[in-house]
């Protein structure tokens, strides 16, 4: 009554209404021997052995059940589990009605959507009859449900109490055995047909199962009707399949002992669900062959379209090979996994044994009192280690015997336990008084600097000095350097050539972005992960207390809410505090005095003023085109070939080749351009020798001629912007970049209103064509009297500045036009051009930022030969900064100046006299064939730039007498060059002669000549030699 009452709720009236038309000639199905046959036929009926309905079977209609997982086969009961509970609410109620005694089981063609073949497998589908699973149950003592009768029980009761083959309600989820489809076109043609059992309904959910027995095969013949909403399971018109008969040949016999054999071997293997497979075995009988075989496959885990295929197979023969095919596949996957499953248990085994035999071990040392627990061999080692320790300072001495005993305290499983461990672990790792052995040897220390790296002679006496001061006084002592150059010029690796000539130890680290003061002091030990900064973690890894650190890009350091690391690096890189430096994490002084600090640069602009103070600063400016050449045979040729794995003889560079290289392709300071083009031309021959045979193989030569096929098209085809001389309002002046030097013109164009216009507005206008200054380069004039001497109309002058200027330089600009004016006003009083011309200054390269004031003397002669329509001489490049009453004030980058004017084939340049001293300072090879004139004055910038164009001069100048420097081009032939290496060449230098008005150096007597030849080491002798033969010349 409950059973009957649940489903009532179920399915309503309007089901059962509907239902009735499909289901009508199924009501009325009574072939079956179950139904209305004989007892002794009923009894027959539910035995292995006899298949229900077998007796005069014919076409019948059916309910079509369709199955996801596999098919079932004939003559054993088999567990459909039906998660869907519209369908299981459907099959009872047609149960009850009488309507589902037989149903036709068809696998669908494919799985549904949402369903995979991992999905599908599980349980197997085959099991015992439910009385032999009940006893078998019952016996053991574990009862799974309610007693349920044998196969030709009363279904009254059989919704109510689960089936022996189900065992009961089970807490694991319901399998998708069975479901809906759209039509019965989805089903397989080859089913069987179940005879339904019993229901067992899932008491935690939705969902059930249901035990049948399959009783034959057959074969789907139409589709009687669609599954709807109210009955989800289609109606179909199937026939049954009669039975095979079997001859006992000697393959049969054969196929039916092999399975038999595999079967019994896949019983050995401890695969899955082993108990139920043995019950199945025992219950059956397994002398029929075609019985076996479809109990193998009913059991069987196998891809549902192989059982399908043994489903289908009518020939006795070849469905045992089928189903033999199965059993062996099964037993194979049944060894693997009994094989990994034993390496796992094997493994576990090994390690729990080990583990179990090292806990007795270490009691039983214990015992014996061979070994202390961890805790104590933990701080037994440290005033161990603390022992062996030398040369620590009694703050850290005191600390680290404090730290040992918070440690004895604290329980091993502690936080804090493994904090003041690692502690413990840095205090006792550094190196605490341990130093390495200075090199002493100076001439050795030479020679390693000078197989690393070419010229950088300062860097390379510096770091001698600092050897021999260390001589001499017997002790190490540390030192603060910063090297500031632009990019390629070796700062960096300078740093481990220095280590290798002092026989230290090297360590390097980046600062370029750094923003987090922790990094450099280090992180206090309150903080999860705390640890060092890179200074004590410096000391740690090279294990001395004298190595020479590296800090490299230290005018990148950032600064944000994390801290100033440049504040940081303050006290680190001052001589008078960094004996006692502490860090946060060590909170204990720590002496950095004999560590040897580098640091690198490209700018000292950006690097904070304190900080800068604190170091001692070593400039390299770049190299000259004599350097690269040197470098670039000595260094960069022969470790782009080795490293290339190219040999030598398979590759050759012609001294023109490189040449040109340098000169049009690689123009920037320092080397590494020029390496990245060595590296691309031996790829490329690199690649050619890999295709060519070992017997083809040839020497490749770079020359002129093919060097475009190796690097491309020169980047710099020509020298110089005019090639032909300067026009009147353009001047070449020299500019410092954190790239190196470089020269820069400064252009001015300009025009003067006309006189209707002028008088009618009283304004400047704009100037006809035949009046613009930039057409007037020819010297010829249009009028007889110039246009910029017409009386003024009372206008004034407009100026536009472009290029991409900065604060500073456009400052310089107005303070220029103004002084400007001022000395037109004195040198050509009726030209009133600049008082009234509309002019506009552009400086070219607008994309390069540009600022500073030195470019204050290019601008004021640019405005001067504008207006004077007269041309500077040609070759001359000029510096300084202007001021409004005519001084030429000193300027920077004297060193990258002249380099980039002797890159250029500049001859002269001009220069303020406050800088002679710098460029004294420089080697003979760098200012080779530059003749250098010193001014005070503007006048005599003026002079020097005007002198022979026929401009207008003043009577005197009104600065300090000219000083003038001619260094000839014989100069540049460097000290150890290659014999290849050629002098730079004679058009190189173009050397103008001194103005009248200059006062150049006296031509001395022969006495000081020959003091000057003869005292070689005298301070200025170079120097001054240097002028007397280019005065001489």
Same mark, same amino acid.
């Given at each position: 009554?409950?059973?009957?009452? #649940?489903?009532?709720?179920?399915?309503?009236?309007?089901?059962?209404?509907?239902?009735?038309?499909?289901?009508?000639?199924?009501?009325?199905?009574?072939?079956?021997?179950? %139904?209305?046959?004989?007892?002794?036929?009923?009894?027959?009926?539910?035995?292995?052995?006899?298949?229900?309905?077998?007796?005069?079977?014919?076409?019948?209609?059916?309910?079509?059940?369709?199955?996801?997982?596999?098919?079932?086969?004939?003559?054993?009961? %088999?567990?459909?589990?039906?998660?869907?509970?519209?369908?299981?609410?459907?099959?009872?109620?047609?149960?009850?009605?009488?309507?589902?005694?037989?149903?036709?089981?068809?696998?669908?063609?494919?799985?549904?959507?949402?369903? #995979?073949?991992?999905?599908?497998?599980?349980?197997?589908?085959?099991?015992?009859?439910?009385?032999?699973?009940?006893?078998?149950?019952?016996?053991?003592?574990?009862?799974?449900?309610?007693?349920?009768?044998?196969?030709?029980?009363?279904?009254?009761?059989?919704?109510?109490?689960?089936?022996?083959?189900?065992?009961?309600?089970?807490?694991?989820?319901?399998?998708?055995?069975?479901?809906?489809?759209?039509?019965?076109?989805?089903?397989?043609?080859?089913?069987?047909?179940?005879?339904?059992?019993?229901?067992?309904?899932?008491?935690?959910?939705?969902?059930?199962?249901?035990?049948?027995?399959?009783?034959?095969?057959?074969?789907?013949?139409?589709? /009687?009707?669609?599954?709807?909403?109210?009955?989800?399971?289609?109606?179909?018109?199937?026939?049954?399949?009669?039975?095979?008969?079997?001859?006992?040949?000697?393959?049969?016999?054969?196929?039916?002992?092999?399975?038999?054999?595999?079967?019994?071997?896949?019983?050995?293997?401890?695969?899955?669900?082993?108990?139920?497979?043995?019950?199945?075995?025992?219950?059956?009988?397994?002398?029929?062959?075609?019985?076996?075989?479809?109990?193998?496959?009913?059991?069987?885990?196998?891809?549902?379209?192989?059982?399908?295929?043994?489903?289908?197979?009518?020939?006795?023969?070849?469905?045992?090979?089928?189903?033999?095919?199965?059993?062996?596949?099964?037993?194979?996957?049944?060894?693997?996994?009994?094989?990994?499953?034993?390496?796992?248990?094997?493994?576990?085994?090994?390690?729990?044994?080990?583990?179990?035999?090292?806990?007795?071990?270490?009691?039983?040392?214990?015992?014996?009192?061979?070994?202390?627990?961890?805790?104590?061999?933990?701080?037994?080692?440290?005033?161990?280690?603390?022992?062996?320790?030398?040369?620590?300072?009694?703050?850290?001495?005191?600390?680290?015997?404090?730290?040992?005993?918070?440690?004895?305290?604290?329980?091993?499983?502690?936080?804090?336990?493994?904090?003041?461990?690692?502690?413990?672990?840095?205090?006792?790792?550094?190196?605490?008084?341990?130093?390495?052995?200075?090199?002493?040897?100076?001439?050795?220390?030479?020679?390693?600097?000078?197989?690393?790296?070419?010229?950088?002679?300062?860097?390379?006496?510096?770091?001698?000095?600092?050897?021999?001061?260390?001589?001499?006084?017997?002790?190490?002592?540390?030192?603060?350097?910063?090297?500031?150059?632009?990019?390629?010029?070796?700062?960096?690796?300078?740093?481990?050539?220095?280590?290798?000539?002092?026989?230290?130890?090297?360590?390097?680290?980046?600062?370029?972005?750094?923003?987090?003061?922790?990094?450099?002091?280090?992180?206090?030990?309150?903080?999860?992960?705390?640890?060092?900064?890179?200074?004590?973690?410096?000391?740690?890894?090279?294990?001395?207390?004298?190595?020479?650190?590296?800090?490299?890009?230290?005018?990148?350091?950032?600064?944000?809410?994390?801290?100033?690391?440049?504040?940081?690096?303050?006290?680190?890189?001052?001589?008078?505090?960094?004996?006692?430096?502490?860090?946060?994490?060590?909170?204990?002084?720590?002496?950095?005095?004999?560590?040897?600090?580098?640091?690198?640069?490209?700018?000292?602009?950006?690097?904070?003023?304190?900080?800068?103070?604190?170091?001692?600063?070593?400039?390299?400016?770049?190299?000259?085109?004599?350097?690269?050449?040197?470098?670039?045979?000595?260094?960069?040729?022969?470790?782009?070939?080795?490293?290339?794995?190219?040999?030598?003889?398979?590759?050759?560079?012609?001294?023109?080749?490189?040449?040109?290289?340098?000169?049009?392709?690689?123009?920037?300071?320092?080397?590494?351009?020029?390496?990245?083009? *060595?590296?691309?031309?031996?790829?490329?021959?690199?690649?050619?020798?890999?295709?060519?045979?070992?017997?083809?193989?040839?020497?490749?030569?770079?020359?002129?001629?093919?060097?475009?096929?190796?690097?491309?098209?020169?980047?710099?085809?020509?020298?110089?912007?005019?090639?032909?001389?300067?026009?009147?309002?353009?001047?070449?002046?020299?500019?410092?970049?954190?790239?190196?030097?470089?020269?820069?013109?400064?252009?001015?164009?300009?025009?003067?209103?006309?006189?209707?216009?002028?008088?009618?507005?009283?304004?400047?206008?704009?100037?006809?064509?035949?009046?613009?200054?930039?057409?007037?380069?020819?010297?010829?004039?249009?009028?007889?009297?110039?246009?910029?001497?017409?009386? #003024?109309?009372?206008?004034?002058?407009?100026?536009?500045?472009?290029?991409?200027?900065?604060?500073?330089?456009?400052?310089?600009?107005?303070?220029?036009?103004?002084?400007?004016?001022?000395?037109?006003?004195?040198?050509?009083?009726?030209?009133? *051009?600049?008082?009234?011309?509309?002019?506009?200054?552009?400086?070219?390269?607008?994309?390069?930022?540009?600022?500073?004031?030195?470019?204050?003397?290019?601008?004021?002669?640019?405005?001067?030969?504008?207006?004077?329509?007269?041309?500077?001489?040609?070759?001359?490049?000029?510096?300084?900064?202007?001021?409004?009453?005519?001084?030429?004030?000193?300027?920077?980058?004297?060193?990258?100046?002249?380099?980039?004017?002797?890159?250029?084939?500049?001859?002269?340049?001009?220069?303020?006299?406050?800088?002679?001293?710098?460029?004294?300072?420089?080697?003979?090879? /760098?200012?080779?064939?530059?003749?250098? %004139?010193?001014?005070?004055?503007?006048?005599?910038?003026?002079?020097?730039?005007?002198?022979?164009?026929?401009?207008?001069?003043?009577?005197?100048?009104?600065?300090?007498?000219?000083?003038?420097?001619?260094?000839?081009?014989?100069?540049?032939?460097?000290?150890?060059?290659?014999?290849?290496?050629?002098?730079?060449?004679?058009?190189?230098?173009?050397?103008?002669?001194?103005?009248?008005?200059?006062?150049?150096?006296?031509?001395?007597?022969?006495?000081?000549?020959?003091?000057?030849?003869?005292?070689?080491?005298?301070?200025?002798?170079?120097?001054?030699?240097?002028?007397?033969?280019?005065?001489?010349?």
């Amino acid at each position: 009554a409950q059973t009957s009452g #649940s489903l009532q709720s179920c399915c309503g009236k309007d089901r059962l209404r509907s239902s009735a038309a499909v289901s009508e000639s199924i009501l009325h199905y009574d072939s079956g021997a179950a %139904h209305d046959g004989t007892k002794e036929e009923a009894t027959q009926a539910t035995k292995p052995g006899k298949l229900a309905g077998s007796s005069g079977s014919s076409a019948r209609p059916l309910f079509a059940l369709p199955l996801y997982r596999k098919p079932t086969f004939p003559g054993f009961y %088999h567990i459909v589990q039906i998660a869907d509970q519209e369908i299981l609410n459907s099959l009872l109620e047609l149960k009850r009605t009488g309507q589902a005694e037989y149903l036709g089981g068809f696998m669908t063609k494919s799985l549904p959507e949402g369903l #995979s073949e991992a999905d599908i497998e599980g349980e197997p589908l085959v099991s015992v009859p439910p009385d032999v699973a009940k006893k078998a149950s019952n016996a053991q003592g574990n009862a799974q449900g309610n007693a349920q009768g044998n196969a030709q029980g009363s279904t009254s009761n059989s919704d109510q109490s689960p089936s022996g083959a189900g065992g009961g309600a089970s807490l694991k989820p319901v399998r998708r055995d069975t479901g809906r489809i759209e039509s019965g076109s989805e089903l397989e043609k080859i089913g069987t047909m179940l005879q339904v059992i019993n229901f067992t309904k899932n008491q935690n959910g939705p969902g059930g199962q249901m035990t049948v027995l399959p009783t034959q095969r057959i074969k789907l013949l139409r589709v /009687l009707s669609k599954p709807t909403t109210e009955v989800p399971l289609c109606a179909v018109y199937a026939d049954p399949i009669p039975d095979v008969e079997v001859a006992q040949d000697d393959d049969i016999r054969a196929l039916h002992h092999e399975i038999i054999a595999s079967m019994k071997d896949l019983l050995k293997t401890p695969f899955m669900y082993k108990e139920q497979f043995e019950q199945v075995i025992r219950y059956y009988s397994l002398d029929d062959p075609l019985r076996l075989a479809d109990l193998v496959a009913g059991m069987s885990m196998a891809p549902r379209d192989e059982l399908q295929a043994v489903l289908v197979e009518s020939q006795p023969a070849e469905r045992l090979r089928k189903v033999l095919m199965i059993v062996k596949k099964d037993l194979e996957r049944a060894r693997l996994k009994s094989h990994f499953k034993t390496q796992l248990e094997d493994k576990f085994a090994t390690e729990h044994k080990k583990y179990m035999l090292m806990q007795h071990l270490r009691q039983i040392k214990r015992e014996l009192n061979l070994e202390k627990d961890d805790k104590q061999s933990i701080i037994a080692a440290f005033r161990e280690s603390i022992a062996k320790l030398t040369g620590v300072p009694e703050e850290a001495q005191k600390g680290m015997e404090q730290e040992v005993n918070r440690l004895s305290g604290l329980e091993q499983q502690s936080p804090e336990f493994n904090v003041s461990r690692t502690y413990l672990d840095w205090m006792t790792a550094l190196p605490w008084g341990k130093t390495s052995e200075d090199n002493t040897n100076i001439e050795k220390a030479e020679r390693v600097l000078n197989e690393d790296h070419y010229s950088l002679e300062d860097v390379k006496e510096r770091i001698l000095e600092h050897m021999a001061v260390g001589f001499l006084k017997g002790s190490v002592q540390g030192k603060i350097i910063c090297l500031v150059g632009p990019p390629g010029v070796g700062k960096t690796s300078i740093g481990k050539s220095v280590a290798r000539a002092l026989d230290r130890k090297f360590f390097r680290f980046s600062v370029g972005g750094l923003h987090d003061v922790a990094e450099i002091r280090g992180h206090r030990r309150t903080y999860v992960g705390a640890m060092p900064g890179k200074i004590i973690q410096a000391l740690k890894i090279t294990q001395v207390s004298n190595p020479v650190i590296l800090i490299d890009e230290v005018d990148k350091l950032g600064r944000d809410y994390r801290g100033d690391p440049s504040s940081a690096l303050l006290e680190i890189l001052d001589p008078a505090q960094n004996s006692a430096f502490r860090d946060y994490y060590l909170d204990l002084p720590v002496d950095l005095s004999r560590v040897l600090f580098i640091c690198t640069a490209n700018v000292s602009d950006t690097i904070p003023e304190p900080l800068l103070d604190r170091m001692e600063i070593i400039r390299l400016a770049g190299y000259v085109f004599e350097e690269k050449l040197a470098i670039a045979n000595q260094f960069l040729i022969p470790a782009t070939v080795e490293s290339h794995g190219v040999k030598s003889e398979f590759v050759e560079f012609q001294p023109e080749a490189v040449d040109k290289l340098i000169r049009y392709y690689a123009r920037e300071a320092g080397v590494r351009e020029l390496r990245k083009l *060595f590296e691309k031309i031996i790829r490329k021959v690199a690649l050619s020798l890999v295709r060519a045979s070992e017997e083809t193989r040839h020497r490749t030569t770079v020359s002129l001629e093919n060097l475009t096929k190796f690097v491309g098209q020169p980047p710099y085809s020509s020298d110089r912007l005019f090639r032909d001389g300067t026009p009147p309002g353009v001047v070449m002046g020299l500019a410092w970049t954190s790239l190196g030097g470089a020269t820069l013109y400064v252009e001015a164009r300009g025009r003067l209103p006309s006189l209707s216009q002028a008088a009618s507005h009283g304004t400047s206008a704009a100037k006809t064509a035949d009046e613009d200054r930039g057409a007037s380069a020819s010297g010829k004039s249009t009028d007889e009297l110039p246009k910029s001497h017409r009386p #003024s109309s009372g206008g004034e002058s407009r100026v536009k500045v472009t290029g991409r200027l900065g604060k500073v330089m456009n400052e310089s600009s107005e303070i220029a036009l103004s002084y400007a004016r001022m000395y037109l006003r004195e040198v050509e009083s009726p030209n009133v *051009f600049l008082d009234e011309a509309v002019m506009h200054m552009n400086i070219p390269e607008g994309g390069t930022p540009k600022d500073g004031p030195s470019a204050g003397v290019t601008m004021t002669s640019a405005f001067l030969s504008l207006a004077l329509d007269r041309p500077v001489k040609n070759d001359m490049a000029m510096t300084g900064e202007l001021t409004l009453s005519g001084k030429i004030l000193r300027v920077g980058g004297i060193k990258e100046k002249a380099i980039a004017a002797r890159r250029e084939n500049v001859g002269m340049i001009v220069l303020p006299m406050s800088n002679q001293a710098d460029y004294l300072e420089l080697k003979p090879h /760098l200012r080779a064939g530059l003749t250098a %004139h010193f001014v005070d004055h503007y006048d005599d910038v003026y002079r020097i730039a005007f002198e022979g164009s026929g401009a207008p001069m003043l009577p005197q100048s009104r600065g300090r007498p000219v000083q003038t420097i001619v260094t000839p081009a014989t100069e540049g032939e460097l000290p150890g060059a290659l014999p290849d290496q050629a002098p730079i060449p004679a058009e190189q230098a173009v050397p103008s002669p001194a103005s009248p008005g200059a006062a150049a150096l006296a031509a001395p007597g022969r006495e000081e000549l020959e003091w000057l030849y003869e005292q070689p080491g005298a301070p200025g002798s170079t120097e001054a030699s240097s002028a007397v033969r280019g005065w001489a010349l």
